[in-house]
């Protein structure tokens, strides 16, 4: 199998294990789907390495663009193995949508109304509860939609939802989107995220959407808020360019590329170096170091 650490080597410093750094930092925001888990169970050597971690008396938070609340991520992770004992604390892109559709603290959300079309599966549809939202249950009696996924599992692709785009479009429905990974590994195989039913309501259909998560500042203050100290030193762990090593980049953070994360595909080919080079250049972010997989 093509080694897909190879191209990274002439850019950035590639790590045998997360053993090699773990003195550097105080601190580790780590990614969860693609680097512990794949939604369906814990990546081979994940929990051994966060154990490791746990003993060398590193602090730990799981930041993540999961569309649910960080007391459900936890139960999530709990069930494949990753007990709350192995990590400081969760941040997740679903406990801020909530927290901005709840408080409507910023012009943005205040302005939304209160019936809400939810598009995604019945697991993240727990963001409503706690709110003053009613559900919606057609387009044309809405005043926003809500969107946490697609409906079904691993959907290629958007085109299921053009129809309802095209419909929410004419009648300029805001858009929130609680989680902006543009696809994700569900027990093996890849599939679109909420992410990219937004970007193509905003891209071609000229939506209003508002993001939550990763690559946003907003995740990165309240992971900051968990870190401990404000001066700890920090590393950002994650397989996602678009998301996890852009918002690291902008919040000023080192991070780790876990190679064999979403992109795994991507760089396992003859042609990887010129594949890393074009998510360099697409995404105009940095690497500081890389793991073929999140391990000790």
């Known amino acids: ?69 960080e007391s459900v991520v936890a139960q999530e992770l709990h069930t494949v193995g990753i007990e709350a004992t192995l990590y400081h604390s969760v941040v997740s892109s679903g406990e801020l949508t909530w927290a901005a559709l709840a408080r409507r603290s910023d012009a943005w959300h205040a302005r939304l109304g209160t019936r809400c079309y939810y598009l995604g599966p019945a697991r993240s549809r727990g963001l409503l509860d706690g709110t003053d939202l009613s559900a919606a249950e057609r387009l044309d009696a809405a005043d926003f939609i809500l969107v946490t996924g697609p409906v079904g599992h691993n959907e290629p692709d958007v085109d299921a939802y053009q129809a309802l785009l095209v419909h929410a479009a004419a009648l300029r429905l805001p858009m929130v989107c609680a989680n902006p990974d543009l696809a994700a590994i569900r027990a093996g195989v890849r599939g679109i995220s909420a992410g990219a039913i937004a970007a193509a309501y905003r891209d071609h259909h000229d939506g209003d959407v508002y993001f939550h998560g990763k690559p946003h500042a907003a995740i990165y203050a309240r992971a900051r808020e968990h870190a401990g100290a404000a001066n700890a030193r920090i590393v950002a762990i994650g397989d996602g360019f678009n998301t996890d090593m852009l918002g690291a980049s902008r919040a000023g953070l080192p991070c780790v590329f876990v190679a064999g994360g979403i992109h795994g595909v991507d760089l396992d080919a003859p042609d990887s170096a010129a594949r890393l080079k074009a998510l360099y250049a697409e995404h105009g972010c940095r690497i500081d170091a890389a793991l073929q997989r999140f391990s000790w």
Request: hydrophobic share 45%; with cysteine.
């Open 1 to 69: 199998m093509h080694d897909s650490l190879n191209p990274l080597s002439h850019h950035v410093r590639c790590l045998a294990g997360l053993s090699q750094i773990v003195e550097t930092y105080e601190v580790f925001f780590i990614d969860a789907w693609g680097v512990l888990l794949d939604g369906a169970r814990a990546h081979p050597g994940a929990i051994d390495c966060l154990q490791h971690l746990r003993r060398a008396g590193k602090r730990v938070v799981i930041v993540t663009n999961a569309a649910r609340r």
